[in-house]
């Protein structure tokens, strides 16, 4: 190399700082909550959350305040809890930050609806849990697990008002088919974190639908295990974002199987100042998981100015023998092109903005297999629209 080409040389003092490869394989895993330092925000799982108000979550502090619960179970569905220190607690995915651990710590013990092995449930297992205040913390930890061979739709409803750190494990056994739906239906005040780790065996299929509609601060981390080859998850998501809120989603999919399939499509729109939403999507596709198809995408639509959403995919992929994988993701404004298309055929422009949502979400909401759901969402997008900042 001549003299000219070679590089310069840094004295000592200037070399820059190597810093080591971040992969999603070495992300932390653990039941000890001395494992998750208290976060101090320059790291790449917190840089986006505001932890000032979660702060609670945070803290190692016990607390006796619970839920409300209640059931309508179809036949087949047995609930019971787990006391602190059954072997079940820690034979289920284990927590990934710091409030999923000490929510496993405190809550002394979880639970657990289980459908047993080779039953075909002829509705929907509803679980509604309801807040009825921030002054204390809520931990919490539930276990969905679906035997063997199994079809059964659960659906997780959040209501009233709670300051609420939790873990949902999903147990997916081999050839079973899980459809969950999950529910944040918040008043204003509360705060939501949780974990939900589904592990989800072979041959077996696993859907989950997560809607976020309520809350001050919400902040969620689905992450998806194969226990075996031949695997399904397909993870669909819905938010609404008004002003003050925060949203946060963080998914994790392991593809460490070979043949297996994921999917992942969330939609959130957002309206009102300092509306906020995060969505990150991890994909790690190990050198084992030979045969693998996966693809995910995430779309935003902001409704007002002063609004922000954050969008964050990742594919990490460690063999080339992959079916497909891949990933969007798109933010913007109105379509003017819609708007103009419904206006001209004399329908208000209030209600074409409405009719632009509704469409854009329409998507999500087929796609719930609960009528009941379904509709409710339908109300609840309308009720949102009402206050469109124009």
């Known amino acids: 190399m001549s003299p000219e080409l070679a590089a310069p040389v840094l004295p000592a003092h200037a070399q820059p700082a190597s810093a080591p490869l971040v992969s999603a394989a070495d992300r932390r895993q653990s039941f000890d909550v001395d494992a998750f330092p208290m976060p101090t925000g320059r790291e790449e799982e917190w840089r986006f959350t505001p932890r000032l108000r979660m702060k609670r979550l945070l803290e190692d502090a016990s607390s ?3 839920l409300k619960w209640t059931t309508d179970l179809p036949v087949g569905v047995e609930v019971r809890e787990l006391a602190a220190g ?4 820690f034979a289920v995915p284990a927590p990934v930050d710091r409030t999923s ?4 710590h405190h809550c002394g013990g979880a639970v657990v609806l289980r459908v047993e092995p080779g039953v075909e449930l002829d509705r929907p297992a509803i679980v509604a849990l309801h807040g009825t205040g921030t002054d204390d913390v809520v931990w919490g930890h539930v276990i969905v697990e679906v035997g063997a061979n199994s079809r059964a739709t659960v659906v997780i409803d959040h209501s009233g008002s709670a300051v609420y750190g939790a873990m949902l494990s999903i147990l997916v056994g081999d050839g079973a088919n899980l459809t969950l739906v999950n529910l944040q239906d918040w008043d204003p005040a509360s705060i939501h974190v949780e974990h939900q780790a589904a592990q989800v065996g072979r041959d077996a299929t696993f859907t989950s639908a997560i809607v976020t509609l309520g809350g001050d601060l919400v902040r969620l981390t689905p992450t998806v295990h194969f226990a075996g080859p ?5 993870l669909l998501g819905l938010y609404f974002a008004d002003a003050g809120q925060h949203l946060e989603h963080r998914l994790f999919v392991d593809h ?3 043949g297996c399939r994921s999917r992942a499509t969330f939609k959130g729109a957002l309206q ?6 995060v969505w990150i999507g991890d994909v790690l596709i190990r050198a084992e998981a030979v045969g693998t198809d996966t693809y995910e995408e995430n779309r935003n639509l902001l409704l007002s100015d002063g609004a922000r959403a954050d969008s964050v995919p990742n ?4 063999t080339g023998e992959v079916i497909g994988a891949g990933h969007a993701s798109t933010t913007g404004r109105f379509d003017d092109e819609q708007l103009f298309y419904l206006m001209a055929r004399g329908i208000t422009e209030d209600e074409a903005r409405r ?3 509704r469409g854009f979400f329409a998507e999500i909401i087929d796609r719930i297999g609960v009528p009941e759901v379904r509709d409710r969402l339908l109300a609840s997008v309308d009720r949102e629209l009402e206050g469109v900042i124009r």
Not at 272 to 277: I, P
């Open 256 to 258: 460490d199987q070979p």
């Open 355 to 357: 009719l632009v949502v």
């Open 86 to 89: 059954d072997p079940l607690l």
């Open 272 to 277: 009102g100042a300092n509306a906020r939403t």
């Open 230 to 234: 031949g695997a399904s998850a397909e």
């Open 101 to 104: 651990a000490l929510a496993h």
């Open 64 to 66: 006796e305040a619970h």
């Open 315 to 318: 594919l990490e992929i460690e």
